[in-house]
């Protein structure tokens, strides 16, 4: 059983960066594909990145690419998420989540963390 806790949210104005954690517990952090995902209050969850186990592989929404960085430590079993020119439509609840399989779904992640809040004024 894999445990995710994410730190870093909070409020920024457009234009400005943040930058999202995700500890992991509980497994072999190396053997899972590591995502972060986001809800915005009425949408449904969304893909936002993934990266391979080995960091060697990532994908991005499109809405994100070129501005979000996903990237990870496995010695420190932790997963980030670089979030830079910040837009208002960015704001959500941002979740990692942790699987043995590669995917960009939802569904697709049997682990998920608690959420942390990120808000961006206009």
């Known amino acids: 059983q894999v445990q995710l806790v994410e730190s870093g949210g909070g409020l920024v104005q457009a234009g400005g960066s943040l930058s999202l954690s995700c500890a992991a517990s509980?497994?072999?952090?190396?053997?899972?594909?590591m995502g972060w995902f986001r809800q915005a209050p009425g949408k449904e969850r969304e893909f936002v990145a993934a990266?391979?186990?080995?960091?060697?592989?990532?994908r991005y929404a499109g809405s994100v690419k070129g501005r979000f960085t996903i990237s990870r430590d496995n010695a420190k079993n932790t997963v980030y998420l670089q979030m830079n020119t910040l837009k208002p439509e960015d704001t959500a609840v941002y979740y990692c989540?942790?699987?043995?399989?590669?995917?960009?779904?939802?569904?697709?992640?049997?682990?998920w963390g608690q959420g942390t809040q990120v808000a961006v004024s206009s």
């Open positions: 989540a942790a699987d043995r399989i590669w995917s960009l779904r939802t569904m697709g992640y049997d682990y």
């Open positions: 509980g497994g072999t952090f190396s053997n899972y594909v």
């Open positions: 990266i391979s186990r080995n960091g060697d592989s990532t």
